[in-house]
């Protein structure tokens, strides 16, 4: 085998000797030597025939594919350019599958092949025989190497580096040219001023061919994009006139069976829609939800109860003058019941149910959003009674500000001029649900629109109690050990939704361990994998950090048992779960609905307890970054402590309900001050109770690092706290 080393790519080819011999390699391997020679080749394979381009620890070209190039080479001159962009070389796999076995044919065989190519045949002699055809290329190659070579040997010469410029100009290798001005000094420091002339034509000349190949190559390939985006606008064009013209051909055949309205509607149609800006309004009859499906709101059904008596038996109150709101709002957290409440509306007078989201009004293009309300007020009142519940308001009416473009209030503005429009006789009623009633803009909540309002708050025990109840009516679990008050207990915060989630994880838990029936084991998993995240059981984590965590977990536990007026506890546990390597469990004994300064300051105490801990059993160099939640927690209390409750002593009775409202740089300073003062006496009274405590700790620590999770009850019984 013979290797011809490419001088600047550090690869090499490879030539079978039987096929091409030493004397033609040589006086090819200028050209195959050259970067936009390489470049060029593997562009051919690669776009124009599809061969593979194999690169291993060098770039392996086998001898057919180099006869090929060589064939090219001599047909159009000695750039590879002329040939790889020209148009007329089209080819095919099937042109090409004689090559499949190269190394199987002799000289006879690839003159015979070379016929199957469209239009080209070529005498492959001069690949065997480089003194017949081949001599005009031969010549040039070797007149270039030449001046190369002399070229080399002296390139302060500008003689000889003119006529070695302007021989690569000649033969179309502009970036050669490029490349030796680039590498080479300033020819003026010993080149004449003619002579300097010379070269900075050639410059000029190789400057402006390449420039004028590339700008040719790119006008072409952006022929194609062209044309493409000239039919999609065309296309586009052609549709909107289509679809405002009417329709006047007739059918062929008169007998024909016409489409109904339901089958012509197609793809177009809906792009049609879109161009109108309009969306199919869709009515709901004969809801079945009714005020008894609502679980853990009682008292809030009652408010809507006079609105059912109006929407039924409207005259009532229009002879007697009674004006009901034309529009409620529902406020409340997520996953409250909002929106079965305004369904079960609906279910109990038997009207027309209109549903939209508020992200659904708007669209890219302006004004949409207006249209739409207009068709939903317009379908509503010629349905009467109805109801038009707008799921998600604050997202199209929030408050508006000076800055804000003038369509961006159009979907809010038509709402509002159509409900200023409602008659008395009309009995459509808009019902709207947000989670967010400080974002929406005061007008939207004033009367004659908006101005019945129903908090929806997150369940109480009582209410946590009858939906665990009836979601528990849907799957099998242990009657005697899982109860409804127990459940409710452990769940304070949870929503509706939060509870049919838990009530459907804790089953399926069951059915992954193969049981048919979920345990209080199953509901405990569900309730921690709402409340903590998913635990991470492949997660490797070393004996020193389960240690620590211990630790940490543990100075919580420890301080709620004894802290007076400390949330009760319900566990720890040091498995990793969400973001966390560990977490301490509270349990209220009933819905906290106000706070005490005792409380507070509790709370931030068992905040403390996990970095006091670490401080005094870990060293304060190995305190972790695990503390940082908690500090952020204490801090938090510390502020509410002092800014919106009016707890603290120095600055007395102060409530300061949001960051809007601008004080004083010394206020804010004594704040911080205040603020920092609780911190630090936390601080330092929990770390005192856990030294005085610190068998007890350790204990603990010890016990975690074993069991991983301990309840609350074990804790206590291992401790002997009462």
Avoid at 304 to 309: A, D
Avoid at 428 to 439: H, L, P, R, S
Avoid at 522 to 551: C, P
Wanted: contains cysteine; hydrophobic residues 40%.
């Amino acid at each position: 085998m013979i290797w011809v080393p490419f001088l600047q790519q550090k690869q090499c080819i490879q030539v079978d000797n039987h096929l091409l011999n030493t004397q033609y390699i040589q006086q090819i391997s200028y050209f195959i030597s050259t970067t936009i020679a390489f470049n060029y080749i593997k562009d051919f394979w690669q776009f124009q025939h599809k061969m593979t381009l194999r690169t291993k620890v060098s770039c392996t070209i086998e001898i057919h594919q180099l006869q090929f190039i060589c064939a090219f080479y001599q047909m159009k001159g000695p750039f590879l350019w002329g040939f790889v962009y020209k148009s007329l070389f089209r080819f095919r796999k099937p042109t090409f599958k004689f090559l499949q076995s190269p190394f199987q044919l002799n000289k006879d065989d690839l003159i015979k092949k070379s016929a199957n190519i469209p239009d080209h045949q070529f005498d492959f002699s001069p690949f065997i025989h480089p003194d017949s055809t081949f001599l005009v290329n031969q010549q040039n190659i070797q007149t270039l190497r030449l001046l190369q070579k002399d070229f080399s040997s002296d390139p302060q010469n500008s003689d000889k580096a003119f006529k070695y410029v302007r021989q690569l100009n000649r033969m179309q290798m502009y970036e050669d040219t490029l490349q030796i001005f680039k590498q080479t000094d300033d020819f003026r420091e010993f080149a004449s001023p003619k002579q300097h002339q010379q070269l900075q034509e050639q410059y000029g000349i190789a400057i402006t061919n390449l420039k004028s190949n590339m700008y040719s190559e790119q006008r072409k390939s952006l022929i194609l994009p062209g044309v493409i985006q000239l039919l999609i606008t065309a296309a586009i064009i052609y549709q909107i006139y289509y679809y405002f013209q009417p329709s006047q051909t007739k059918p062929k055949n008169e007998n024909a069976q016409k489409e109904t309205p339901d089958q012509s509607v197609g793809k177009m149609d809906k792009f049609y829609n879109i161009l109108r800006n309009n969306q199919n309004v869709q009515e709901e009859r004969n809801i079945a939800t009714r005020f008894n499906d609502v679980l853990g709101i009682d008292e809030f059904k009652e408010e809507l109860e006079e609105i059912v008596e109006f929407l039924k038996n409207p005259k009532k109150y229009t002879d007697s003058g009674a004006k009901l709101p034309k529009g409620i709002l529902l406020i409340g957290p997520p996953g409250t019941g909002k929106t079965l409440l305004a369904r079960a509306l609906a279910g109990e007078a038997g009207c027309a149910f209109y549903y939209k989201s508020g992200s659904e009004f708007d669209e890219m293009f302006v004004g949409v959003g207006a249209s739409r309300v207009r068709e939903i007020f317009k379908a509503a009142r010629a349905k009467a009674p109805a109801i038009i519940f707008i799921d998600e308001i604050d997202s199209i009416g929030g408050r508006r500000r000076a800055q804000d473009p003038g369509f961006s209030r159009d979907t809010i503005n038509q709402i509002l001029t159509e409900m200023d429009g409602f008659k008395q006789t009309e009995s459509v009623i808009v019902i709207g649900a947000t989670n967010f009633e400080q974002v929406l803009d005061p007008a939207l909540k004033r009367p004659g629109r908006f101005d019945k309002m129903v908090h929806v708050p997150l369940p109480d025990v009582k209410g946590r109690e009858q939906i665990f109840s009836y979601y528990l009516q849907k799957i099998k679990f242990d009657e005697k050990k899982v109860l409804p008050q127990n459940l409710a207990r452990q769940t304070s915060g949870f929503s509706g939704a939060d509870i049919q989630n838990m009530v459907n994880v804790a089953i399926l838990n069951a059915i992954k361990n193969e049981r048919q029936i979920a345990s209080t084991e199953d509901f405990e998993f569900a309730i921690d994998r709402i409340s903590m995240g998913i635990g991470r059981k492949n997660m490797h984590v070393s004996e020193k950090e389960k240690l620590m965590t211990a630790y940490h977990e543990g100075g919580h536990a420890l301080i709620s048992l004894l802290t007076d007026g400390a949330m009760p506890l319900h566990k720890v546990t040091i498995l990793p779960r969400g973001g966390a390597l560990g977490f301490t469990a509270m349990l209220p004994e009933k819905d906290q609905l106000n706070y005490t300064r005792k409380g507070i300051i509790a709370s931030i105490d068992v905040a403390m307890g996990g970095r006091a801990a670490e401080d005094l059993f870990l060293g304060k160099d190995d305190i972790t970054s695990g503390c940082s939640n908690d500090l952020a927690k204490a801090t938090d209390l510390a502020y509410m402590f002092i800014k919106q409750l009016g707890m603290d002593d120095k600055v007395s009775l102060i409530s300061i309900q949001s960051d809007r409202v601008k004080t004083s740089d010394q206020f804010d300073y004594m704040v911080d001050m205040e603020v920092k003062k609780i911190l630090e006496e936390s601080y330092n009274r929990v770390k005192s109770l856990l030294k005085s405590n610190e068998n007890k700790l350790k204990e603990l620590a010890t016990e975690l690092v074993k069991k991983e999770t301990l309840s609350a009850e074990e804790i206590r019984k291992l401790l002997k706290i009462k």
